[in-house]
């Protein structure tokens, strides 16, 4: 079993940034790719951005492209998610999720465990 958790979600305006945390535990040895997917009030979950666990190269959502950093803390088993220049259309609820299967995956079917969120708002 991986257990996620997210943290860092908050209120800010439009331009600022913020970073979302997500501590995995449990077996993370088994975890092969992390993502970042968000979804908006009313909308299906979107893919934001994912990464091999142990190292790789990022992908990103066309959406975030330029904006939005992943990364991991191997050591702390933390992922990270630094959002720069949010937008309004950014506000969402964000989760992130553990592959044992796939590494940095848009589809959200082949992440086989989830956190419970963090509520991202961007005011204009």
């Known amino acids: 079993q991986v257990q996620l958790a997210e943290a860092g979600g908050t209120l800010v305006q439009h331009g600022e940034s913020l970073r979302l945390s997500c501590v995995v535990s449990?077996?993370?040895?088994?975890?092969?790719?992390l993502g970042w997917f968000r979804q908006p009030p009313g909308k299906e979950r979107e893919y934001v951005a994912g990464?091999?666990?142990?190292?790789?190269?990022?992908t990103y959502g066309d959406s975030v492209k330029g904006r939005f950093i992943i990364s991991i803390d191997n050591a702390k088993n933390t992922a990270y998610l630094e959002m720069n220049n949010v937008r309004p259309d950014d506000t969402a609820v964000y989760y992130c999720?553990?592959?044992?299967?796939?590494?940095?995956?848009?589809?959200?079917?082949?992440?086989?465990?989830w956190g419970q969120g963090t509520q991202v708002t961007v005011s204009s």
């Open positions: 999720g553990a592959s044992l299967s796939w590494a940095a995956s848009p589809v959200v079917s082949r992440y086989d465990y």
């Open positions: 990464v091999k666990y142990f190292g790789g190269r990022p």
């Open positions: 449990g077996r993370t040895s088994s975890v092969y790719g």
